[in-house]
């Protein structure tokens, strides 16, 4: 298997739930709750943006060892201005479907407020990212972090990634601090619209950019050989695991009564000012290295280990990470996003449109909207599925013959 079959099985894996997730029909449905953010405060969002940096380390600073720094920013900057026209394509897409569809303003209402091509300033808050439409926001702070991975992927070529990290966890801390709001306060009024809404966005970068710039340190420490994951990873080693799945089983009841509404009132406001996703808090930093360290520890170590159990662990995480499809729509993420986004605000309106659906109506709608994922990718593989015609040979012209 080769080396980046398994990260984009991983990243596919969270697209399909990212889209499950994301779809919103009037009454809920039962889908939803198949997720293993039912289990660990640990999420989609999360596992995409850490193994997008993690890939931007490992993609990036190879390319920065072979041709140099200024060969590999170049490299970086042109994919993030490749993002930004996505993410801008999305919102214009949708914005031009809102000016046609009967109801759409009504309907996508709470997704994009009162948004439309004769508010400028709504416009220009969109385009430097501080208003974000619904689910049309992890783009833009996926392309905020890479206007600063040049550098950052350069500093740990250096071998200085402990200052990277030191100041990662900083700018986290500030964020649990709610420090950003001495700039996004003001900015928030300045960039208000009629429809009362200032800055939007479900992400605080202070707080995300931990995920992020945590993988594009390991990502580019393992594309240097700064590390030996052959030594930590092993059968041997179980230390890391262990300690991770005390933090997972601790968190796991806890988890159980929020998601179900069952935490007692006395824990619920303590436990919940830990527990802010927006901020990436304590307790989704906590869960998502655990998981992220055991989930490591049973796909590089545990085909290996003694046990049966952790063998047959480890083989149905493989397996599922191995499926052709999820590696399909992996390799192609960014398109796959972006066409998700565009799924869901299509089953939106269509669910804002119609009589509330039946269970079995909203299951259907989001098994083939996990089917359509597959469309980008597909496109962008057409050759390998489809083939190209074969070009004809060049018919030869007889020659003259000539006498003798």
Request: aromatic content about 8%.
């Given at each position: 298997m080769k080396r980046f079959d398994i990260i984009d099985g991983m990243r596919g894996y969270f697209l399909v739930f990212m889209l499950i997730n994301h779809l919103i029909f009037a009454g809920g449905y039962w889908l939803v709750k198949v997720n293993h953010n039912q289990l660990a405060f640990v999420e989609d969002a999360q596992g995409f943006v850490f193994l997008s940096g993690l890939l931007i380390g490992m993609v990036y600073a190879r390319k920065m060892v072979k041709n140099g720094y200024a060969a590999g920013r170049q490299a970086i900057y042109s994919r993030a201005f490749e993002l930004y026209?996505?993410?801008?394509?999305?919102?214009?897409?949708v914005l031009v479907a809102q000016m046609f569809l009967p109801d759409a303003y009504t309907v996508w209402y709470n997704w994009l407020g009162y948004t439309t091509f004769?508010?400028?300033?709504?416009?220009?808050a969109i385009a430097t990212f501080l208003f974000q439409p619904t689910f049309m926001d992890i783009l833009p702070q996926y392309i905020v972090y890479m206007l600063f991975a040049p550098?950052?992927?350069?500093?740990?070529?250096e071998d200085k990634w402990v200052y990277v990290l030191t100041g990662s966890l900083v700018l986290w801390m500030a964020a649990q601090l709610g420090l950003q709001r001495i700039v996004t306060d003001p900015l928030h009024q300045i960039v208000m619209g009629p429809d009362d809404q200032g800055i939007r966005a479900s992400f605080n970068l202070l707080g995300w950019q931990i995920v992020f710039y945590s993988g594009l340190v390991l990502g580019a420490m393992t594309s240097a050989g700064k590390i030996d994951w052959g030594r930590i990873l092993t059968p041997e080693n179980t230390f890391i695991p262990k300690m991770a799945l005390i933090v997972v089983l601790f968190f796991l009841p806890l988890r159980i009564m929020t998601a179900n509404g069952l935490m007692p009132d006395f824990m619920l406001g303590k436990f919940a000012s830990m527990e802010v996703r927006a901020d990436f808090g304590p307790v989704y930093l906590l869960n998502f290295l655990a998981v992220a360290a055991l989930v490591t520890w049973l796909l590089a170590a545990g085909p290996r280990h003694p046990s049966t159990f952790v063998r047959n662990a480890a083989g149905v995480l493989t397996w599922i990470f191995s499926l052709k499809f999820l590696q399909l729509i992996g390799r192609h993420s960014l398109y796959v996003y972006v066409w998700h986004v565009a799924i869901v605000y299509a089953v939106y309106y269509f669910d804002g449109r119609s009589p509330e659906l039946s269970e079995l109506t909203k299951t259907a709608i989001a098994l083939v909207g996990v089917g359509l994922l597959a469309v980008p990718a597909i496109w962008r593989e057409r050759e390998k599925f489809f083939g190209t015609p074969e070009t004809p040979p060049a018919r030869m012209k007889p020659q003259a013959k000539v006498a003798n």
């Open positions: 026209r996505y993410a801008m394509g999305i919102v214009l897409a004769d508010d400028p300033l709504r416009l220009a550098w950052l992927v350069k500093l740990v070529l």
